[in-house]
């Protein structure tokens, strides 16, 4: 009987890239937060699109252009009802869309604070000789991948960094640089703490 246990981690960052702007109220440079609401302006045929940030000391707004003069022809109905109704889903689409918030604005402020929802594939905790732990994410996070491992299975950095030592840790597709970078979607992580004596201990963190 194989002793993987498998495990699905699907990770949610909280809080979103603020854009940092000079602000002209304040008088200097401050981060944007996103507010969630689109602006939609229909001039005759010609529809604009902006998702609007404020800036978080005195709630200026700053418009992020999300299309412009765009012909109402070549605009999905569905996608102009989601703005015009400031659907969460495509707000969060692009308020995490930090490749393109960069190229709009230049610097940036990122956030590692995520919600990590955890789900067992396939094995059982009590007798797991090895780890199999896939990630989702649904956009980018600044966290760290050994960040974001330690903090879940509560143990250290250093602890991790010996396991990558000791060949008892791999990570696919990127190898143990990814380590130190940001978590991405699509990783795996493999552990084999057989002979750790709190081994169980870490199963069930990794589970719950
Ligand atoms: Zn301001």
């Known amino acids: 009987m194989s002793g993987l246990l498998r495990i699905r981690w699907t990770i949610a960052p909280r809080i979103a890239p603020r854009p940092l702007i000079n602000c002209n ?26 998702l609007v940030y404020r800036c978080v000391d005195c709630d200026n707004s700053w418009n992020r252009s999300i299309f412009e003069r765009c012909n109402r022809r070549d605009i999905e109905p569905a996608l102009l009802a989601a703005l015009e109704s400031n659907d969460p889903a495509l707000a969060r689409r692009h308020a995490f869309d930090l490749v393109a918030l960069r190229n709009q604005t230049g610097r940036v402020e990122e956030f590692a604070d995520v919600a990590v929802r955890k789900e067992l594939v396939d ?4 007798c797991a000789t090895a780890l199999w732990l896939e990630l ?14 330690a903090g879940e299975l509560g143990i250290s950095r250093s602890r991790l960094q010996a396991w990558d030592e000791r060949r008892m ?8 640089k990814a380590l130190r970078r940001p978590a991405r979607d699509g990783t795996a992580i493999r552990i084999a703490p057989s002979g750790e ?9 990794a589970c719950r």
């Open 25 to 50: 109220r304040c008088g200097g440079v401050r981060p944007y937060r996103c507010s969630d609401k689109f602006r939609v302006n229909a001039n005759g045929k010609r529809i604009d699109a902006w």
């Open 169 to 176: 840790l791999a990570v696919e597709p990127d190898g143990d």
């Open 197 to 205: 004596a709190d081994r169980d201990a870490i199963a069930s963190a």
């Open 136 to 149: 989702r994410l649904d956009a980018a996070t600044s966290l760290r991948l050994d960040r974001l491992l």
């Open 123 to 126: 094995g059982r905790p009590e």
